[in-house]
């Protein structure tokens, strides 16, 4: 109780200096920048019969902290074995793109992974050879930033190790991984937050608190790789810190017939995502192009428009039952992108009818009061952002042109 009454007077007197601050000094540097950052790394591959992709943006954020692993084909002898990873760091980048790099390694170098085959593939043995590697990472992690003095940054780290028999789904905090199997999610990895029983024992026994649903006040997830702040209590062991590098580790046999694609992502995209609407709508996306590639690119601004503030990375793992494209389907968009252009000529000519005038913020605002089941699912309205602004600039263009045809001494050049 001391410490959240603390906690309390000290969020109060911060938000009291902000209100009295003064002309002359220094606003403190944002977190977000004025406007997104819009451009996407995007990068795509198959092997294996696996088509898999990768889109990455930074968005509002200041800076970009997300990394990952894209990995179709391991070495010898994990033949027919693949491993995917998105890391999502926090106050910097350096611990989330050390990890990209050198997780895997780690992994590898487990004698007990080295010793699996297709006919001899122990799962537990598996599970126990990616928590070794994480431990064992992290502790590497602790002495380099500490001779290397590192930013005081941590990542949290979602995987998929892909065996010819199974998938183990590997996760540290709150980006997620699903499986779709036979149009549905099958299986998704639970987020790490302090809130939930099990995180909130171990930090208290730690000496820490939850408050304000994070560790001490300030950290989000209750596991993660970095974070040594919170790694310090001396009377206990890596995994029963206040945050904790253990990753809980999955088995699920795979299903080649019914199985169709993995996605794994940072909680950018899960904010404005449930795991339901995300498989939904990327099975949507997979019908009109088959290509995982543009699947990543539209979830990116489908998220960015729903209203998503963080960097956003995803990545599409399809399987020889993914859905490919269907004639059907590229008809039905075809007709829903015919019937919001003609909406939305409709609604801008009601528009201009109004004292405001026309608007894109009004136009979204009339199509939100509508039903549309054909609207993508999952994805909604802000899916279909594009063909929307189209047709309203198309609009917007065409009025403008007519006002200086009825108009022509508007654009003349003053004396």
Known sequence: MANFVRLVVSEAERMMSRFFKTEQEEEAPSFFLEVPRTEKLLEQGEAGGIKYALGSMQGWRAHMED??????QLPSPLVGWAFFAVYDGHAGHTVAQFCAQHLLDHLLATEALSGQTEEEEDPEVVKEAVRQAFL????????LSQAEAWERAGTTAVGVLVSPRHFYFINLGDSRALLCRSGTVNFYTDDHKPTKPRERERIENAGGT?????????????RALGDFDYKGVAWCSPTQQLVSPEPEVDQLPRCPEEDEFLVLACDGIWDTFDNAGLCAFVRSRLCLSGNPRDVCECVLDTCLYKGSRDNMTCIVVCFPAAPGVSQEALQKERELDAYLEQRVAELYKELLQQEEGPSLVGLFRCLATEVNPSLPPGGGLASKRAVIMTAYERLKQRREEEQRLLDPSANSDSC
Do not use: C, E, I
């Open 136 to 143: 064992t990472l992290d502790k590497r992690m602790q002495a």
């Open 210 to 222: 939850v408050t304000l649903q994070r560790v001490n006040g300030s950290l989000a997830v209750s």
């Open 67 to 72: 990394a990952h692993s894209l990995q179709p």
